[in-house]
């Protein structure tokens, strides 16, 4: 073999174990993107254990948060807090707004009262029980929207709170 012919042949064989290591390289950071892609979602699941909340919750949350800015805070507090002096009622003899946050009574209750609560809002009271100026926010809002109103205000309990409201 001539010392040209040889040459050449060795650089043909470079080029080869190079082509080799491109595609080795290229076919594993496809297979990393891929087992990323399929596992990444799952983290954040609720596999993250209580407290950890999926991304369909978070958006129910999102839009609960803009739904209590808008229908709820002027009587309830833009940080839950109710109205001042909750407890005593106004000179009307009518109920103030309580607190949605752990200081209220809110999470004395199960879903269900509360979902039924801010359907009907102070029309659903016995007279015998008092007068609220609460609207009923049947006609008002969607179920989503009170499904998500109230999975807010529920984002904003401290965990200890939360899991006594779900025994009740
Ligand atoms: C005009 C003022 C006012 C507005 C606006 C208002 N509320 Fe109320 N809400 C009250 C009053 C007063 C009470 C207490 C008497 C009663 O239960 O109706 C109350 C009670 C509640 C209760 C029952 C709490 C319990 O412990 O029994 C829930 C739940 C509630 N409101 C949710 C909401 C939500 C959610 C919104 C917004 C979509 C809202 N309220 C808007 C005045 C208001």
């Given at each position: 073999?001539?010392p ?20 080795f ?122 499904t998500?109103v109230?999975a ?8 200890e ?8």
């Amino acid at each position: 073999m001539k010392p040209g012919q040889r040459q050449k042949k060795l650089a043909v064989a470079k080029q080869k174990r190079r082509r080799q290591t491109i595609l080795f390289f290229g076919v594993a950071a496809g297979v990393l993107l891929i087992i990323t892609a399929v596992l990444w979602p799952s983290q954040n699941n609720n596999g993250g254990g209580a407290g950890f909340l999926s991304d369909s919750e978070l958006e129910l949350v999102a839009m609960g948060e803009g739904v209590y800015n808008t229908y709820c805070a002027a009587c309830h507090g833009f940080t839950l807090e109710g109205q001042p002096s909750w407890q005593e009622p106004f000179a009307d003899g009518s109920f103030k707004a309580p607190p949605h946050d752990e200081t209220g009574h809110t999470w004395h209750h199960d879903d269900a009262y509360l979902l039924e609560s801010i359907k009907l809002g102070g029309a659903r009271l016995a007279p015998t029980i008092g007068v609220s100026a609460m609207p009923a926010y049947d006609e008002i809002l969607t179920d989503q929207q009170i499904t998500a109103v109230l999975a807010y205000i529920k984002s904003q309990w401290p965990a200890e709170i939360l899991e006594a409201q779900s025994t009740r």
